[in-house]
């Protein structure tokens, strides 16, 4: 069955930076993208952005632009996200999820099917 | 940022029927999404497309839309369908996904 599974929780001190990954399985990894969703405690959900595994295409959201970095790697069937420069804003629940958007504009195509687990990123002094 | 409109909270009773509303300007543009979230749990895409419920999602929970506004029914509600849940769909450049802020559902 098609599934994410994300790496274990981080606690990290502001400043530093954090990488997330998420190994898929259960479908050919380049026929879908990967969205980066977050959720801060108490809040809502937060779409960061999002890569395809099939060109390397990639978009952030305006207000991480700088700071997160996706990456894929087609070998492993295994994606990543890296944020930078933490502060205790980024403390969330990091889920990765398969996007229905391959490449392109993704005009009205973003959507999740399926989701990782989650993983928390506690950035505290 | 485009955000989509959702109640913060519906409460009913077991067997009832509960129905979550999601509105925002770019709606009538574009497919809605909807997700269930539970604690610890990878979320659950529920309804895609507006309509169209996957493989494996009870057939109580459906969606419809009107407008600017859709909505998620969940007829004969049980106890496990306590949680929170998303809407989602298209913001109104239609390249980046928007989310609703969300919906808990409480059943009593």
């Known amino acids: 069955q098609v599934q994410l599974v994300q790496s274990g929780g981080e606690v990290k001190k502001p400043g530093a930076s954090v990488k997330v990954s998420c190994e898929a399985s259960?479908?050919?990894?380049?026929?879908?993208?990967i969205s980066w969703v977050r959720q801060a405690p108490g809040q809502g959900l937060e779409w960061m952005g999002w890569i395809s595994p099939y060109n390397g295409q990639s978009k952030y959201v305006q207000k991480l632009q700088g700071r997160v970095t996706m990456a894929t790697d087609t070998s492993t069937s295994t994606a990543y996200m890296e944020l930078r420069s933490l502060t205790s804003d980024d403390t969330a629940i990091y889920y990765c999820a398969r996007d229905e958007c391959t490449g392109g504009s993704c005009y009205g195509l973003h959507w999740f099917d399926t989701w990782g687990q989650g993983t928390l990123v506690t950035v505290s002094s | 940022s485009y955000e989509l409109t959702q109640p913060p909270s519906v409460s009913v009773s077991p067997g009832q029927t509960a129905t979550i509303t999601c509105s925002g300007d770019a709606m009538p543009m574009h497919h809605a999404y909807w997700y269930q979230l539970k604690p610890g749990q990878a979320p659950i895409l529920l309804i895609y497309k507006g309509t169209e419920r996957p493989s494996g999602i009870p057939e109580r929970f459906s969606g419809s839309r009107s407008g600017t506004t859709v909505t998620l029914t969940v007829s004969g509600v049980l106890a496990e369908d306590a949680a929170d849940y998303y809407c989602q769909s298209a913001d109104t450049s239609g390249t980046s996904p928007a989310f609703g802020g969300g919906t808990k559902l409480t059943v009593l």
């Open positions: 259960g479908y050919t990894f380049s026929d879908y993208g």
